[in-house]
């Protein structure tokens, strides 16, 4: 069983930068891929950006040269680092944690099976 808990968010102006930090729980962290969601009122929850297990780095096109996402297997910690935030990155962010395999996409949520609760992101304009 894995328990992911999310921080971090808050209110920003519009070019401001926040940092997310999602904590897990588990003896195999580093083994699973996580990703970050995200979902704003009256839309579906999108893809914002994924590390695998070795690593590689997924971003969806609104997230890349904006958001870097990191993590640190020792701390068993998933960082999301957000600059040049705009009004609609608005939403609450979702970290997410597959089981270390799965053939969907990265992209997909379909591919992670443990969810936060998430964390409130709001951009003022």
């Known amino acids: 069983q894995v328990q992911l808990v999310e921080s971090g968010g808050g209110l920003v102006q519009a070019g401001g930068s926040l940092s997310l930090s999602c904590a897990a729980s588990?003896?195999?962290?580093?083994?699973?891929?996580m990703g970050w969601f995200r979902q704003a009122p009256g839309k579906e929850r999108e893809f914002v950006a994924a590390?695998?297990?070795?690593?590689?780095?997924y971003y969806a096109d609104s997230a890349k040269g904006r958001f870097t996402i990191s993590r640190d297997n020792a701390k068993k910690t998933v960082t999301l680092q957000m600059n040049s935030l705009k009004p609609e990155d608005t939403a609450v962010y979702y970290c997410a944690a597959d089981l270390g395999y799965g053939g969907s996409s990265y992209y997909s949520r379909s591919r992670y099976y443990y969810w936060g609760q998430g964390t409130q992101v709001t951009v003022s304009s």
């Open positions: 590390i695998t297990s070795r690593g590689t780095l």
């Open positions: 588990g003896r195999t962290f580093n083994s699973y891929a």
